[in-house]
């Protein structure tokens, strides 16, 4: 059985299927339907609520999610918060300020954009919220009918509006930030979740438990985020038999200096991991603005992008230029490879039975090293690469001593690009070493054409992309930048 709060009270539901999602079980078993269904895959934001996961030092990290592809075992100790809690008075100044600004017409995705912005409410920062605050928050909440304007100044006009409820109100927690009681005494123990067909659940809180039921179920998935994982269900309609929940693991969470290494667990959110990265390596930022939604990155994890072995997965590309190393765990220990002999074919892995991802060493920049990373995509938000290169330089006197280029979409896997960077090696920075180069990515890549571009399309643009990473480090010497390109 799990334990958790929905708004204000306490919750213990009984066998709860591995494979439900949190929306499902409001929709079908709580009867709450104003979270709604829109696309089941975490695109559209239409399902999105609030959870609240009490921290070491008793306060309360709100953050939006999609509950769609969230499974329902996750809530055990958290608190979940949905649109109605927002019906008993004072309701939020979002709420009223969406409607002073005409912010919805036929209201299937308001509800969604006000727990969005809520979320936004309750993490506000002295000094103000920015408008890019609230279009990374709006990022995930598709509109069709209003447009995004009045929703934009509805936004403005809550943020610096304050929301005292009473004490009793089902989302007060909201508003102190701290760990209610009824949370506080919810067990923090592992658990384990069976149903009668069969299908399991486990939710492990330490390394040793997590070696354990991985010996005795080495083909078991593995869960943390789930903002992949959960699409088998939602949208292929499988059913998966054996669930382990990464997301209580502490040894699997965090980011930590080790030496020359910045080493980030494998259940660490892109939200955990985006400051302690980009302050290494500023390149990353943009890009991680850019990868998914919000809600995406509140659940997202570092190990889920990387195991999943997308060929246009954002993060490893720009991992593998940076030389990173991984380290895979199991019942029989851990051991370490390079990230980019992590993958062997297409969704294909160095991953042996019972092994999962421990974590992901990154080497700290040194002198005269810059990183440059362009994502190229349909749309600015919430969108998957067509092509993502990254580039990592050497420059030192106008002259490369040594560059890795890698680049997502372009093969079966992420790879780099051998001839290419042989090319430049040791040559001066400059157009005519750029010509040999480009010359050279055509035969590291016969990239496939799919729906999302062509293969002739693909390699131009791999091309403009190292183009582009000549003409930004030429003109701003040492910086590390991305261009947030959409094609």
Not at 33 to 43: L, M, V
Not at 268 to 292: I, K, S, V
Request: aromatic share 6%.
């Amino acid at each position: 059985m799990i334990e958790f709060l929905l708004n204000g009270q306490i919750e213990k539901p009984d066998h709860i299927d591995p494979n439900l999602s949190i929306l499902e079980w409001l929709r079908t078993k709580m009867r709450l339907t104003g979270t709604k269904e829109g696309c089941a895959s975490g695109d559209c934001g239409a399902c999105t609520v609030i959870t609240g996961t009490p921290g070491e030092s008793g306060d309360i990290l709100y953050q939006a999610i999609n509950s769609c592809i969230t499974p329902m075992a996750s809530l055990h100790g958290k608190e979940l918060v949905t649109i109605e809690a927002f019906q008993q008075e004072p309701g939020h100044p979002v709420q009223s300020c969406m409607v002073e600004q005409h912010g919805a017409q036929c209201g299937f995705c308001t509800p969604g954009i006000v727990m969005s912005l809520t979320a936004l409410h309750a993490n506000r920062k002295e000094g103000g919220t920015s408008n890019d605050q609230i279009l990374e928050a709006l990022s995930g909440n598709l509109c069709r009918c209003t447009g995004y304007r009045p929703i934009v100044a509805a936004s403005h006009q809550a943020m610096v509006e304050e929301w005292q409820p009473e004490p009793g109100h089902p989302a007060a927690g909201m508003a102190n930030r701290a760990t209610t009681a009824p949370l506080a005494g919810i067990h923090r123990n592992s658990f384990t979740l069976n149903m009668p067909e069969g299908s399991r659940y486990d939710a492990p809180v330490s390394l040793h438990e997590l070696r354990a039921l991985r010996r005795e179920a080495p083909y078991s998935r593995l869960v943390a985020g789930g903002t992949d994982l959960m699409l088998e269900v939602t949208q292929q309609l499988n059913t998966l038999d054996h669930l382990i929940s990464l997301e209580r693991i502490p040894e699997l969470q965090g980011c930590v200096l080790d030496d020359n290494e910045l080493v980030i667990g494998a259940a660490t959110t892109y939200h955990q991991l985006r400051g302690p990265l980009c302050e290494l390596w500023p390149a990353f930022d943009a890009m991680l603005e850019r990868l998914g939604s919000l809600q995406i990155r509140n659940r997202g994890t570092l190990g889920g992008n990387i195991a999943n072995a997308s060929p246009i997965g954002d993060m490893p590309p720009p991992l593998i230029a940076l030389g990173a190393t991984l380290v895979l765990d199991g019942p029989e220990g851990e051991r370490k490879l390079p990230l980019e002999e992590f993958f062997q074919g297409y969704k294909q892995t160095s991953l042996q039975p019972g092994e999962f991802v421990h974590s992901v060493r990154v080497p700290v920049p040194e002198v005269n090293e810059a990183l440059y990373i362009y994502k190229v995509s349909k749309r600015l938000d919430d969108d998957i690469s067509a092509v993502l290169g990254a580039f990592h330089l050497t420059v030192d006197n106008g002259v490369v001593r040594a560059c890795r280029l890698a680049f997502g979409g372009m093969a079966a896997i992420p790879a780099r690009a051998p001839h290419a960077e042989a090319a430049l090696t040791g040559q001066p920075w400059n157009e005519e070493s750029l010509q040999a180069a480009l010359t050279a990515l055509a035969d590291d890549f016969s990239p496939l054409s799919d729906v999302r571009a062509s293969s002739g399309y693909r390699l131009q643009v791999a091309g403009n992309l190292l183009r582009r990473t000549l003409l930004a480090s030429t003109s701003l010497p040492g910086e590390q930048l991305m261009v947030t390109d959409y094609a």
